[in-house]
């Protein structure tokens, strides 16, 4: 089978879909080859990834990597969120195809951007 059967939960049963009206950081990244745009918001309380959503209009392989993304980054530190890995999402996915990995590129930056969208603001 292409796709493992965690892929197929996450795309049939995606966590964290929607918006966070009252994000601390939002993060919104796209890829210009296919298209897909993928973007995170968050709130962060007392140091911690409180809440995180995510609404990517893409492929499934993109919306699974938003989910687990999501999910992987919930409850944790800040500065562990900074350091998610497409690897890591890959990994949790039990893998993708090879010609997917960019869709799981598009989840750590979008994170990443959502973070430092964070971070700037709290520095102002
Ligand atoms: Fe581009 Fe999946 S095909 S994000």
Do not use: W
Not at 71 to 92: D, R, S, Y
């Amino acid at each position: 089978m292409l796709y493992s059967e965690k892929v197929m939960d996450h795309f049939m049963n995606p966590r964290n879909v929607g918006k966070l009206d009252d994000a601390d950081g939002i993060g919104e990244v796209g890829n210009a080859k296919c298209g897909d745009i993928m973007k995170i918001y968050i709130k962060v309380d007392n140091g911690l990834i409180s809440d995180v959503k995510f609404q990517t209009f893409g492929c499934g392989s993109a919306i699974a990597s938003s989910s687990m993304a999501t999910e992987l980054i919930k409850g944790k530190p800040v500065h562990q969120a900074l350091e998610l890995t497409n690897k890591a999402v890959v990994e949790a996915l039990e893998g993708l195809p090879a010609h997917k990995i960019h869709c799981s590129v598009l989840a750590e930056e979008a994170i990443k951007c959502a973070i430092e969208d964070y971070q700037m603001k709290k520095s102002c």
